[in-house]
């Protein structure tokens, strides 16, 4: 875990967890070494492998409902990369998969985040909470 940025992600924390989940999950499954987490940079978080990589066929269609990937897998479903898409599509947040034969890294872009600032983490954090909850800023 590389956490070189801190930022806050404005979304639903089920929908973020679950996506974070899948992506850790199948990068846990597919490879055959360690996996990281790293953000590069503000509003950017990586999940990389070192499995066999995927083909370029597979990442086309990965994200369908009920497509799965090749590999050593048994069971599910092909949903989870499906949420993920959805996610994505509901934030307005870029994903991108890049494979080799290294490994396969999933990008997450987030739309909307907002850098830590550790002046006033009172204000931030009840400014989150007020964007969660949908209550205006007093």
Known sequence: LDLRHEFYIFAGMQHFEHT???????????????????????????VRDQGPGVSAEVISCLG??????????????????AFVHSVCRLYNWKLEIEASKTGTAV?????????????DSFS??????????????C
Do not use: D, M, W
């Open 124 to 137: 931030e954090k009840a400014a989150l909470r007020n964007v969660e909850t949908g209550s205006p800023n």
């Open 64 to 81: 369908e409902p009920f497509n799965r990937g090749t590999g050593k897998r048994s069971g599910g479903h092909g949903l989870g990369l």
């Open 20 to 46: 974070l989940l899948n992506l850790v999950q199948n990068a846990l499954i597919y490879s055959t070494g360690p996996v990281s987490l790293h953000a590069p940079a503000e509003g950017v978080l990586v």
């Open 107 to 119: 990008t997450l872009r987030f739309s909307e985040f907002a850098q830590v600032q550790q002046k």
